[in-house]
């Protein structure tokens, strides 16, 4: 699928036009960057650390909960959304598995994805997420090594917002999607877990973030809850940044005090913006 993808990709270092040759995309400046054999492109300039990468246990984690449908909910709306819009190309920004981006284009049969990732062992999963998703390793705070208004709607799920880029990268009537967690989101689970919270303003922050670039059109707030075993909450914490705050010996003494299975609530804030000139 990379192949179909070239066109909307720049060299990160020179910004000039790249194409695909013997598994490596090359500009004509002569910067060149190798085609992994998993079929997605790494495109972080040299002087790039992927400090804030997800691991290879993190992206594990992420595609054994989601593949069990515990988010289901929150994809199919998300999905429904995007093709309400019709689009032609869709980028995932902060895609991770793909997981999202792949729904959405089994609703999106005109469409073509871009999967944006600072890891590596991510982008291996969304080069293979759908047949018609291209995938590439980029910092979402750096410029992304994209054309100027190639999306018709970029997508933003609990990752990085980079409002300059957002508004570069869509064309002039695009819109951009974004999912975050409300503070109920897991609510249930945060204290006796010892999981971090989410801040009580930070829809309000994203707003403000936005604003200048993006004008909020529409938001809903998505709420439901599922069903999991101790095994299960073991992979949620482990897909996301709780991981780096609680130490998983730590995780299963506490476990071990509260019933199974457990109840946890999910709540999704999807917000819609509109692209400002």
Not at 20 to 43: K, M, S, T
Not at 80 to 109: E, K, N, Q
Not at 254 to 262: G, Q, V
Request: hydrophobic share 40%; aromatic share 6%.
């Amino acid at each position: 699928m990379l192949a179909d993808v070239v066109r909307y990709l720049v060299c990160p270092v020179c910004g000039a036009d790249l194409e695909l040759a013997d598994r490596r995309l090359v500009c004509p400046g002569g910067h060149a960057f190798d085609v992994a054999r998993q079929g997605y492109a790494n495109l972080l300039p040299g002087n790039a650390r992927p400090g804030t990468a997800d691991t290879p246990e993190m992206v594990r984690a992420r595609d054994e909960f989601l593949t069990a449908g515990h988010f289901a909910v929150l994809a199919d709306r998300l999905a429904w959304s995007v093709s309400r819009a019709s689009p032609s190309v869709v980028l995932d920004a902060g895609a991770g598995t793909g997981h999202y981006l792949s729904r959405i284009l089994d609703r999106a049969p005109d469409a073509v994805g871009l999967a944006l990732d600072i890891s590596k062992h991510a982008a291996r999963r969304a080069a293979k997420a759908h047949p018609r998703c291209g995938a590439v390793v980029a910092d979402l705070w750096r410029p992304f090594p994209l054309r100027d208004g190639v999306a018709d709607i970029v997508v933003n799920v609990f990752a990085p917002r980079n409002a300059t880029e957002f508004h570069r990268v869509l064309r002039d009537d695009g819109l951009l999607l974004t999912v975050t967690p409300s503070p109920r989101h897991l609510g249930t689970l945060v204290e006796p877990l010892g999981l971090l919270s989410i801040d009580k303003h930070k829809t309000e922050r994203m707003d403000t973030a936005l604003s200048g670039y993006f004008k909020l059109d529409s938001r809903q707030e998505l709420e439901t809850e599922t069903v999991l075993t101790h095994g299960e909450v073991i992979t949620l914490v482990g897909m996301g940044p709780s991981a780096h705050h609680v130490p998983p010996e730590q995780l299963r003494e506490r476990l071990e005090k509260l019933p199974e299975p457990l109840t946890a609530p999910l709540s999704f804030v999807l917000s819609s913006y509109r692209r400002l000139e």
